[in-house]
């Protein structure tokens, strides 16, 4: 299973970015997909992330701010990032909880990571 992330990149305090994430592979089902970041010296952090049917959580930090979507056709997984902040500055990496057979178990994925970075 791969995950495919893209859209980060520079953007001003105040200014949006959409991040996307793809997931290929021997998937089977594919349950919880996410984001999360990591600011140099932080611990990784949960952003917000979307299950099957729709239900989604935020980090107290960004609700309002951020939105997370789904395509479930595409095994895809968008962010958008409005109002960002220099604090949104991170890592952004996708996760995907998927399990590649019938009877198989559930398995979280990673992507690489795609770098935000909010400056002016």
């Known amino acids: 299973v791969q995950l495919v992330e893209s859209g980060g990149g520079l953007v001003q305090p105040g200014g949006s970015l959409r991040l996307s994430c793809a997931a290929s592979?021997?998937?089977?089902?594919?349950?919880?997909m996410g984001w999360y970041r990591q600011a140099p010296g932080k611990q990784r952090e949960l952003v917000a992330d979307i299950y099957t049917g729709g239900t989604t959580n935020y980090a107290d930090s960004v609700k309002g701010r951020f939105t997370i979507s789904r395509d479930n056709a595409k095994n895809t997984v968008y962010l958008q990032m409005n109002s960002l902040k220099r604090e949104d500055t991170a890592d952004y990496v996708c996760?995907?909880?998927?399990?590649?057979?019938?009877?198989?178990?559930?398995?979280?994925?990673w992507g690489q990571g795609t770098q935000v970075t909010v400056s002016s």
């Open positions: 592979g021997s998937i089977f089902n594919l349950n919880a």
């Open positions: 996760k995907a909880r998927v399990r590649t057979s019938r009877f198989g178990s559930w398995g979280d994925y």
